[in-house]
């Protein structure tokens, strides 16, 4: 299994409060992506990274921010949390070399924003 | 919007049967991807086909892909209770950096 770790696996917090999810990598991989996961939506990409300080905006990336400072962090920061993002987030990660695009996923972070 | 969406949105059927489900997709991609997800946990990847192949396989799963009817289906065959999960298509488009998924099919295999 990919050494992928997300902090906090849980949390709930208030509205307009700041919220930091951190992911933390061990196989080197270039790319790192965070996703959102909500019923009766699958997966949507918020952010992801191509390398240290490169990132994109994904589909959903409205009220989120990202930062990537080393290769094995990556972190997702809600800067005024808000009911809307009461959600389940996944951080994956690939190596991305040729036409290859494995994600690995780590477990996932419970946010709840009352 | 999702690229990918799975068909059905939920299965059920008995140990020993086959589970058949379907992707489709929008654009042109480099490859297709499937992943399950058990319950509470992160997604795990199953088996990725590329848009040169037609048909793969991995033990008891079988994935198709049809570039010209932009579909895919997975077939799991003789499914178990553990396969109980919900399943994802993703697909990696050309030009693209990254995975889109569906919606899932979530599958239960009864005992």
């Known amino acids: 299994d990919a050494g992928i770790t997300q902090s906090p696996r849980h949390k709930v917090t208030e509205t307009g409060t700041p919220v930091t999810l951190r992911c933390h990598q061990t196989?080197?991989?270039?790319?790192m992506y965070w996703y959102r996961q909500d019923p009766g939506h699958g997966l949507r990409l918020i952010h992801y990274?191509?390398?240290?300080?490169?990132?994109d905006k994904g589909e959903v990336s409205d009220g989120y921010s990202v930062s990537r400072s080393k290769t094995e962090d990556f972190l997702l920061t809600l800067e005024s949390a808000t009911s809307s993002q009461t959600s389940v987030y996944f951080c994956?990660?690939?190596?991305?070399?040729?036409?290859?695009?494995?994600?690995?996923f780590g477990e996932g972070s419970r946010l709840t924003v009352l | 919007s999702q690229q990918g969406e799975e068909d059905p949105q939920a299965l059920s059927i008995q140990e020993g049967e086959n589970a058949t489900m379907n992707c489709s997709y929008k654009?042109?991609?480099?490859?297709l991807q499937w992943y399950r997800q058990n319950s509470g946990r992160g997604l795990v990847h199953l088996i990725l086909?590329?848009?040169?192949?037609r048909e793969k396989h991995s033990g008891r799963l079988r994935v198709t892909l049809d570039t010209s009817k932009k579909s895919s289906s997975l077939l799991i065959t003789a499914s178990r209770a553990a396969d109980t999960a919900s399943y994802f298509c993703?697909?990696?488009?050309?030009?693209?950096?990254?995975?889109?998924f569906g919606g899932g099919t979530r599958l239960m295999v009864k005992p």
């Open positions: 994956a990660t690939t190596l991305r070399t040729g036409l290859t695009g494995e994600l690995f």
């Open positions: 196989e080197n991989h270039r790319y």
């Open positions: 990274s191509y390398g240290v300080k490169d990132t």
């Open positions: 654009t042109s991609i480099n490859n």
């Open positions: 086909i590329r848009s040169n192949e």
């Open positions: 993703a697909t990696d488009p050309e030009g693209g950096n990254m995975l889109t």
